[in-house]
């Protein structure tokens, strides 16, 4: 996994100071001057003569971006927000009620890949427009399913998935084709803010207007038509920038595409992006089972401790605990991904590893916070919330600072690809099958006890505690990124500017020895 995908170039400077780029095999020591290799920090004359695009009109883009961002989490989480009330009016269990989320996911995971793939070659402001008029068309059609129709409302959620995909393995690209260095990291904390803020509303918008027009259906009907106003934003506002531009040299040659399969092996052999990707899975894993359970934790907690009444067939049920946890979800949003990106930017000044090591850092400390949360949530109610705000805010810190890393690690013309398949990885281990994992568990655990409110609630809660554990393996995966970082970022530098090259079939290579040293390269290229 620590192999390098890329192989030397031949002609080099000698200078002995040089020596190899850390963690890249084979590669020879000098590209001539020692800062040839880095990065140009462009002004904003400079962007704007690259990208053709005015500061003012760049940052309106990321706005609209970040619009249609939030847009895509609050009406992700609207159907956790009204989640007892689904399952009064379908009657179904936990394990049902986690397919819902399920079902989702695993459409948006599956097409993924194909945007990814679409992203990369073709207009991506087509692309994601089609997608999202697509998503708001399918996201009415569900609110009008009848109660004997369950089965049809996990197939419009499951289509659902196609505006996700279409939106969310192509607007980070767009971003890091607008900004370089640390403006790109902070419009990327300013896009990610939307997903902790977008799924607070999604909470208080589907209890709210459940309160308000008496009936559920109406939550899943506020989305669609802020999707027509992404629709006519997108394509009235947001322009092509040219792929990896703002990050060449002046006199680079353009990058160009290479085949789908040259992109996903060299990506196998980036081990920055499977290790960070793996991490970036234990976020989703711990973030899909709270989405989709913890208000329906919190009320069954509420229940058992006789602070409000059980939520009976027929009855509407109480929707204070998705308001409240909604609020949470945006306060810990804003503030973990703000807190998350300063500290990594601080850091980084002195630790070209901190990256890697603050989203560590967040993730084994928000682990016994959320198992303190779940513990004390038969005694004290108060408690459980602040250990949630606490162990929310810690895992917040991951979301701007995961994106960033992959944009710096993968070469612009993989970028999609590279978003689609963290997508279909953090996605396929981690929240397409947990919320509905923690359901079964729950389920199975609730047939082995007498049927009670108590037992309802004890299920979900030790089903819950399988976060922390998870989390702190995601914690794992952040620290072996850290060890690669450093020598996967110069790579991507150097291939951007046109200093290194792609390798060929590794049975093509020969061995040449050089100053003491050896490099690989192409047969094709030694004179004999």
């Given amino acids: 996994m620590a192999g390098s995908d890329t192989a030397p170039f031949l002609s080099q400077a000698d200078d002995p100071d040089d020596g190899p780029v850390p963690g890249t095999p084979g590669l020879p020591g000098s590209m001539g001057n020692a800062k040839c290799g880095e990065p140009e920090i462009l002004d904003r004359e400079g962007l704007q003569r690259i990208t053709g695009l005015s500061p003012a009109r760049s940052a309106l883009i990321v706005a609209v971006l970040c619009y249609i961002n939030l847009l895509n989490y609050m009406d992700r989480f609207t159907v956790a927000g009204v989640l007892p009330d689904i399952e009064q009016f379908f009657n179904i269990g936990d394990s049902s009620s986690g397919l819902i989320q399920t079902v989702f996911i695993s459409s948006y995971m599956v097409l993924a890949p194909v945007f990814g793939y679409l992203g990369d070659r073709y207009?991506?402001?087509?692309?994601?427009?089609?997608?999202?008029?697509?998503?708001?068309?399918?996201?009415?059609?569900?609110?009008?399913?009848?109660?004997?129709?369950?089965?049809?409302?996990?197939?419009?959620?499951?289509?659902?998935?196609?505006?996700?995909?279409?939106?969310?393995?192509?607007?980070?690209t767009l971003i890091a084709d607008l900004f370089v260095a640390d403006q790109r990291s902070r419009m990327l904390s300013v896009f990610y803010f939307a997903i902790p803020v977008g799924s607070g509303l999604g909470y208080i918008a589907g209890s709210k207007v459940k309160d308000v027009a008496g009936d559920w259906h109406w939550a899943l009907r506020v989305t669609p038509g802020l999707g027509v106003v992404a629709v006519l934003l997108l394509f009235l506002v947001v322009r092509e920038p040219p792929r990896g531009a703002v990050e060449r040299h002046l006199d680079s040659p353009p990058l160009n595409p290479t085949s789908w399969w040259a992109d996903l092996r060299a990506l196998a052999r980036n081990p920055s992006f499977i290790l960070s990707s793996l991490g970036f899975t234990a976020v989703a894993f711990v973030?899909?089972?709270?989405?989709?359970?913890?208000?329906?934790?919190?009320?069954?907690?509420?229940v058992v401790l006789g602070e409000t009444p059980p939520c009976l067939p027929g009855d509407s049920c109480s929707s204070s605990d998705s308001l409240i946890f909604g609020l949470i979800t945006c306060l810990?949003?804003?503030?973990?991904?703000?807190?998350?990106?300063?500290?990594?930017?601080?850091?980084?000044?002195?630790?070209?590893?901190?990256?890697?090591?603050?989203?560590?850092?967040?993730?084994?400390?928000?682990?016994p916070f959320l198992f303190l949360s779940l513990a004390c949530a038969r005694g004290s109610i108060v408690a459980t919330y602040i250990f949630i705000f606490i162990g929310e805010t810690l895992l917040s810190m991951n979301w701007a600072i995961v994106a960033d890393i992959l944009l710096y690690v993968v070469i612009p013309t993989r970028r999609s690809t590279a978003e689609a398949f963290q997508i279909v990885l953090s996605h396929l281990l981690g929240d397409a099958g947990s919320p509905y994992l923690i359901g079964l568990i729950s389920d199975r655990l609730r047939r082995s006890w007498p049927p009670s409110f108590l037992s309802e609630f004890r299920a979900l809660q030790l089903s819950l505690m399988?976060?922390?554990?998870?989390?702190?393996?995601?914690?794992?995966?952040?620290?072996?990124?850290?060890?690669?970082?450093?020598?996967?970022?110069?790579?991507?530098?150097l291939h951007v500017q046109g200093l290194l090259h792609e390798a060929g079939p590794a049975d093509d290579r020969i061995v040449v020895p050089q100053r003491g040293r050896s490099t690989r390269v192409a047969v094709s290229s030694v004179l004999i």
């Fill in 287 to 302: 973030t899909g089972s709270l989405a989709l359970w913890a208000p329906a934790f919190l009320l069954r907690s509420r």
């Fill in 332 to 367: 810990t949003g804003v503030l973990g991904v703000g807190l998350g990106v300063e500290i990594s930017r601080r850091l980084r000044r002195s630790n070209p590893r901190a990256d890697p090591l603050v989203c560590a850092a967040g993730l084994l400390g928000s682990a």
């Fill in 466 to 493: 399988l976060c922390a554990f998870v989390g702190a393996l995601g914690g794992a995966a952040f620290l072996g990124t850290a060890i690669f970082i450093e020598g996967d970022r110069r790579r991507a530098q």
């Fill in 123 to 172: 207009n991506r402001k087509y692309l994601m427009c089609g997608g999202i008029a697509f998503w708001s068309l399918v996201t009415l059609g569900s609110s009008f399913i009848p109660r004997e129709r369950f089965w049809l409302l996990l197939l419009t959620r499951g289509l659902v998935g196609v505006g996700e995909a279409s939106y969310s393995t192509i607007a980070p």
